[in-house]
């Protein structure tokens, strides 16, 4: 007998992985406001010892729940969407551990240069 679709297991997925690689600038470019830009509010649930974390963001309207895996340059990432509801009930409880950017998106070569500019941290 075999068992109803729905009660077999899943399929194990493919985490998802970011690589990021992070510099510090010393000065912005002069022409920085003619890219395309957008404000970002961030906070975090958790964050780990393993640098591990689960973070809210509102990217100009769009809210998402994020869960980032141990690890420095190379992690797994899980992106949900939530609505607005279920953002601000959340959003207390990162009171503290905030932060506020400018995400610029810079064209360079083949490649998409991601230039954030921090506000005054929480």
Do not use: C
């Amino acid at each position: 007998m075999t068992s109803p679709e729905f009660l077999e297991e899943p399929q194990a997925e493919k985490q998802p992985k970011e690589i990021e690689r992070k510099f510090r600038v010393d000065a912005l470019p002069v022409n920085l406001n003619d890219f395309e830009h957008v404000k970002i509010h961030q906070g975090y649930l958790v964050i780990g010892n393993d640098d591990s974390e689960v973070r809210l963001r509102d990217k100009d309207g769009s809210y998402t729940l994020t869960v980032k895996s141990k690890g420095t340059m190379t992690r797994g990432e899980h992106e949900v969407l939530i609505d607005p509801h279920q953002f601000s009930q959340l959003w207390p409880a990162t009171e503290g551990k905030r932060i506020e950017k400018t995400r610029y998106t810079i064209p360079q070569d083949d490649r998409v240069i991601e230039l954030d500019v921090y506000e005054d941290a929480e």
